[in-house]
């Protein structure tokens, strides 16, 4: 009976660690996970935000933008962000180091152009507020901040030239958010030349949505540097926009050069090179 008693016994303790065991491993999978979808919350709270700012009382939008930066880390092995409470997780892995497959790093600024554009609207929704007299405005949101961990082995790394970036997104496929199209192709929206208004811009040539902007004919990428993705919008004022309306129906046709109607871009640039394009930024 004491024998019997005993193997229970054992039997239970066996049970008990076992369930702790897999209790661990769930928490260990789940914190990740948690992580994962934190941002992947964050993103959808954005678009939905985005989406909502289609509605608008006399130019100024109900709703308030809920879009914050990805805050990005990269070390020669992965990219981390930035959680709420400013601590850094896991982001991506990388499958090899960085110093080894640069092309990485393309990857990676690709899907968060490509998932800024989505979130933002792809072009198609009416972002932030206007002016409702003559006032015109490039009106921009910072969707990523990527800056490198030099004491992480991300220090000095050759990351390619701006040519091979633009290479890449006109060769390969973003494959998120139900997606599988050419990075180039999904986030390129033709614009015509639009008239901005005497008083403030006599002309602004708006002709490709998608830009990598402050970078020379194949300037070299490096990880000494810091990058940002970002969305414009030029937005025109009320009036301005009714001015145009009202020209496009007299000429009866769209692509007439006194059209102003928003017209939207997703940026990779430099930090310093946000303000040489853009007049307010919201965040």
Sequence with gaps: MRAKRGQAGTSTLNKVILTVIVLLVLVSFFSG?????????????????????SKDVFGLKIVT????RHNIKVTEKDAKIRNAK?????????????????????KLVANEMADCWFKMGEGMVDVFDQDVLMKNRATCLICSHISFDVDAGAKGIDLGS????????????????????NYSKYMLMDYPAQFAGALTQLYYS??????????????????????????????YSKANEQFGNMFKAIINNDDNFMRMEDTYFIFFARPENVPEVCSVLVN
């Design 65 to 68: 933008l809920n879009c914050p």
């Design 162 to 181: 701006s040519d091979g970036f633009l290479e890449y997104l006109n060769t390969h496929n973003y494959t998120k958010n139900s997606y599988d199209v």
């Design 206 to 235: 708006a002709d490709k949505s998608i830009y990598i902007h402050g970078f020379d004919n194949n300037t070299q990428l490096s990880t000494n540097d810091e990058y940002v993705v970002f969305f414009k919008a030029m937005k």
């Design 86 to 106: 400013g601590n850094y997780d896991t982001y991506i892995s990388f499958n090899t180091l960085l110093t080894k497959e640069p092309e990485q790093f393309y």
């Design 33 to 53: 996970a948690l992580k994962i979808f934190e941002k992947t919350v964050s993103d959808e709270q954005c678009r939905l935000s985005v989406l909502a700012q």
